[in-house]
């Protein structure tokens, strides 16, 4: 079954250090792996996606994430971290289920990042 | 602007009271799902929705039922609500349901049963 872990429950770095948060999968197929952040009192928003191809991805505000097959993980970097980066990140995992067309999704449990000046 | 909508934001009710959350969104995409957001736990998926009248049950559909008979429209119903679905539900929207589809979420209803 695919499960997703994000083993940190909060990230804590300085304005302007490098940031990352940490994302391990398992999925029985290919993974197709997402971040998501969270800001207070909002809906979750798309931050980028690994798919195939280049192993390292870009996405918005700054934030790239690595995926590396061997390790089974997607974390989340940044090189310069600011104090509007503070919020729940969430990684999720999908994966078609057996006997459907439609794909099922896996988030992990958060990550809260605060950065402080 | 695309967007997806819920409602209500906030809801207070007591137990057994049926209720419906409508989600709503106006980019013409194919999935719909609905989750739950509980603290350590993430978000959970309740149900979703390959397209009109279609739909498949998540990790969590216990005590929870969909319908998706327009293309736009998800609504969640809990037919006799309990305090364990005191939660914060999200509805989101991807333009299809294959596996490399980012979601768009709505901004989420607060549910309290007591």
């Known amino acids: 079954a695919q499960s997703v872990a994000q083993p940190e429950d909060q990230v804590n770095v300085a304005e302007g250090n490098p940031l990352t948060v940490k994302c391990t999968y398992s999925?029985?197929?290919?993974?197709?792996l997402f971040w998501y952040v969270q800001y207070p009192n909002r809906g979750l928003q798309f931050l980028l996606k690994?798919?195939?191809?280049?192993?390292l991805v870009k996405g918005s505000y700054g934030f790239e994430a690595e995926f590396n097959k061997s390790q089974t993980s997607f974390h989340l970097k940044k090189p310069s971290a600011l104090v509007s980066d503070s919020a729940l990140y969430f990684c999720?995992?999908?994966?078609f289920g057996l006997g459907s067309s439609a794909s099922k999704i896996i988030f992990g449990s958060g990550t809260r990042l605060s950065i402080r000046p | 602007e695309a967007q997806v909508t819920q409602n209500p934001r906030y809801l207070i009710t007591v137990t057994g009271k049926k209720l419906t959350v409508t989600c709503s969104q106006n980019?013409?995409?194919?999935?719909m799902s609905w989750y739950r957001q509980d603290p350590g736990l993430g978000l959970r998926q309740i149900y979703y929705?390959?397209?009109?009248?279609?739909?498949d049950k998540g990790d969590v559909p216990e005590g929870y039922k969909v319908s998706r008979k327009e293309k736009r429209n998800f609504p969640l119903i809990l037919e006799s609500p309990s305090p364990n679905q005191t939660s914060l539900y999200f509805c989101?929207?991807?333009?299809?349901?294959?596996?490399?589809?980012?979601?768009?979420f709505g901004p989420g209803t607060r549910l309290t049963v007591t």
């Open positions: 690994y798919i195939t191809g280049d192993n």
């Open positions: 980019m013409n995409h194919e999935y």
């Open positions: 929705s390959m397209n009109v009248e279609v739909t």
């Open positions: 999720a995992v999908r994966d």
């Open positions: 999925v029985s197929g290919n993974p197709y």
């Open positions: 989101a929207s991807s333009l299809g349901g294959g596996a490399g589809y980012e979601q768009y």
